[in-house]
């Protein structure tokens, strides 16, 4: 068998010191190629670009930035750069959490989740920090986390949603599973004047309401546990179709 | 209890003829709102904008364009722009089908999503077409939808996916409730050059394989209906966690 080949992405984009530590945990067991944008493209979520072009430039040996989105550097890289399908896709390490709702924002989930539906098994990895972002301090659980993955592979159709806790939320205690946990922003809009009298605005959401449930993501980050929620891209709420027979018109349908 | 208040917007901008037959369904039953933004915004899924201030436009009565994405279209009407919480958020009619796979990647649908997360009921309209998209054909399915959904509501943490054919598709059936379908798209990448020799690409997948069960969204519309598919912005997977119980480092957890 030939050395795995392993696509790494993030949404922080190409300079972020994030990608570090997951290049080196994957550097230990195939072939690292890195495809990541060129810009910040956070909160882009599943973004894909299709009405403007794309371009990319190689900044190292198996290194390229693209000026377009997370998913972007996955469709392309897959489709496009990379020598052939890689046996994974490993996106990351984000500057900040992805837990509970936020999974659906985020651009380093939606790349792992573009993996997962190109049917490579696929992982996102996230830092949660009060403060320094020394992605150093967190490079030994990344490690370790990769080579569990690496063994054990992925279930089909399901991305890994990886958090990891740094030392100012308290002791990493290791690794457990969970389930997304509710985790609620405030929804105020600041307004601002720009040097010129214009009015513009920011999307506010600065206050966090965690659940602290021990079975759930945020619950588990909270208490110094590295948190591992499966996330689908399967959207379809099949819970809901009985509620819903009001929707079949004509109602004698076949 | 005062007249129902609805914010319309979509992701083909301001400026889509699709807006057209959806604030029309909307007027006879409330006060219409329309939130969208300046410019077209397909493809960008759940994307909110955090590192880019905001500024939108009034451009009429009740109605504003914003130069940001349709979850932010949604975020700032309901947090900034409308007077009080809407009764209902309605996305579209958006230019083209949002179906199976589609809807991760559909600006459309990320909007509606964002009214769910925000607990207003909430519904996507697309309208499948092989050519023309005159809205106007579909003007009184529109109207049949809105009118059942303002009547019956949306169960709570979903979002109603509505697509509807026009005539080129075939003779329209009525509506169906339905499951995501499996559409797959093929995974080309197009090279192109600049006129001045530079090399960019384009994302391909314009080949579509769709499934054509009855009970899928994408063979309902090939037959003619209307789907009526419930999804949900919960990404968690829990039918995988069982097969994860290797991700727990130490063993020993409580």
Redesign the interface.
């Given at each position: 068998m030939s050395k795995p080949l392993i696509l790494v992405t993030n949404d922080d984009g190409i300079l972020s010191t994030g990608l570090d530590p997951l290049i080196r945990a994957a550097e230990a067991h195939g072939e690292v190629w890195v495809v990541a944008p060129d810009s910040?493209k956070?909160?882009?979520?599943?973004?894909?670009?299709?009405?403007e072009?794309?371009?990319?430039t190689q900044v190292g040996q198996r290194r390229f930035a693209l000026n377009g989105t997370p998913?972007?550097c996955v469709?392309?890289g897959?489709?496009?750069i990379l020598p052939r399908r890689p046996d994974f896709v490993f996106s990351g390490v984000n500057r900040g959490p992805n837990l509970g709702?936020d999974?659906?924002?985020s651009g380093t989930?939606?790349a792992a989740?573009e993996g997962t539906?190109?049917k490579v098994p696929s992982a996102a990895f996230s830092m949660v920090s009060r403060g320094s972002f020394d992605f150093n301090e967190i490079g030994a659980a990344v490690d370790?986390?990769v080579a569990?993955i690496v063994?054990?592979g992925v279930?089909d159709?399901?991305t890994?949603n990886v958090n990891i806790p740094d030392r100012t939320i308290g002791e990493f205690?290791?690794?457990?599973?969970t389930?997304?946990g509710n985790r609620q922003y405030s929804?105020?809009?600041l307004?601002?004047e720009?040097p010129r009298g214009?009015?513009?605005?920011?999307?506010?959401g600065t206050r966090v309401t965690n659940e602290l449930s021990?079975d759930s993501d945020t619950g588990a980050v909270a208490e110094g546990?590295g948190s591992?929620?499966?996330?689908?891209?399967?959207?379809?709420?099949?819970h809901?179709?009985k509620?819903?027979?009001?929707?079949?018109?004509?109602d004698d349908?076949?």
């Open positions: 910040e956070s909160g882009v979520s599943h973004a894909i670009t299709l009405t072009p794309l371009r990319y998913v972007d469709f392309i897959l489709n496009h709702f999974v659906l924002y989930v939606g989740m539906i190109q370790s986390m569990r063994l054990n279930p159709g399901v890994l205690k290791g690794f457990k599973v389930r997304l929804n105020e809009v307004t601002r720009d214009g009015k513009y605005l920011w999307v506010g021990p546990w591992i929620s499966p996330v689908s891209p399967d959207l379809m709420a099949h809901a179709v509620h819903l027979a009001w929707a079949n018109v004509p349908q076949e």
